[in-house]
């Protein structure tokens, strides 16, 4: 069975692109799952999805803790703990890693004994990056060595006709061509024969002991705790106020803002709270005088216009 891991922020297309890789091994008569795994509200934060597909029917549930191959669909995830990429590989386990630098500089970081290949984005603008999920389908794709050119344009024509004639041929032109580039490197994800780890652990009955609502209802429904949960760790791209352009109509991005991340100060001015703001810009479409930007998140500390 092969089972691979597609790791992403909300928004980049890890549910895209396991649902891709999906269909193109069912179209090459694979029994296939793919799932994404993530909460509510998550555009920015980190995620994943799984494909498993075996010649015999799947019994396997739940999240893959022992994958063939990973994909990170943004580098930026690789060091972050919460993101989990590294989880459960192994030296057979492939990595491959969708970024700016180089095999040989993740080596050198990770010090893994096992394969690691990159794909170099297609950036049309600078902190953008289109149709990733896609891309990163079209290289897993050739990775695994059982998907054909055919089945991988079907799977895209499939799961994308929905978003028009425009979207599909712009997926299927990065997709195919994330393929051809890895022609060298077909076929090196090898399917493994054993289960996840509890497979083989012996299911007993757990009692959990019962508290009285009086003690355990206040650390449930405890209020002003989301204060703690540092969301914008989840950013890629960080908003920044021109204040010179600002017309203090802070009614609208303080107010659409979904995280309640926009402060008022006592001139009308507003002010971003970059350790909450999750990098939406939902403020950068709503602002009437485009007094709001974005640059990217890499860039930001560097950057003179930005407040930490």
């Given at each position: 069975m092969y089972r691979v891991r597609i790791h992403a922020r909300g928004g980049q297309g890890a549910k895209?692109?396991?649902?891709?890789?999906?269909?193109?091994?069912?179209?090459e008569g694979f029994e296939v799952q793919d799932a994404p795994r993530y909460g509510a509200e998550r555009r920015g934060a980190p995620l994943f999805a799984y494909v498993r597909a075996g010649e015999e029917p799947i019994l396997e549930r739940g999240a893959i803790e022992r994958p063939d191959l990973v994909v990170v669909a943004d580098e930026t995830l690789v060091p972050l703990a919460a993101a989990g990429v590294l989880a459960g590989i192994t030296p057979r386990t492939v990595l491959l890693i969708h970024g700016v630098e180089t095999a040989e500089t993740w080596r050198e970081r990770l010090r893994l004994?096992?394969?690691?290949?990159t794909l170099e984005p297609e950036i049309e603008s600078p902190g953008e990056l289109r149709f990733v999920g896609a891309r990163c389908a079209g290289a897993a794709a050739r990775l695994l060595g059982t998907i054909s050119r055919a089945s991988l344009t079907g799977a895209i024509r499939e799961e994308l006709g929905s978003l028009g004639p425009r979207a599909v041929a712009e997926?299927?032109?990065?997709?195919?061509?994330?393929?051809?580039?890895?022609?060298?490197?077909?076929?090196?994800?090898?399917?493994?024969?054993?289960?996840?780890?509890e497979a083989d652990a012996v299911v007993d009955w757990i009692a959990l002991p019962l508290e009285e609502a009086k003690i355990s209802a206040p650390d449930i429904h405890g209020g002003a705790t989301s204060v703690e949960v540092r969301t914008g760790l989840w950013r890629t791209m960080r908003p920044v106020i021109d204040l010179e352009r600002c017309h203090r109509c802070h009614w609208l991005c303080s107010t659409l803002c979904p995280d309640g991340a926009i402060d008022v100060l006592a001139d009308g001015a507003p002010e971003i709270d970059y350790d909450h703001c999750k990098g939406c810009l939902v403020c950068v479409a709503v602002c009437p005088t485009h007094?709001?930007?974005?640059?990217?998140?890499?860039r930001a500390d560097a950057s003179e216009e930005t407040r930490p």
């Open positions: 895209t692109a396991s649902r891709i890789l999906g269909s193109a091994l069912f179209a004994a096992g394969p690691i290949v997926s299927l032109e990065t997709a195919l061509a994330a393929y051809d580039a890895f022609e060298g490197e077909e076929g090196c994800v090898e399917t493994s024969t054993a289960g996840p780890p007094a709001i930007g974005a640059i990217p998140e890499n």
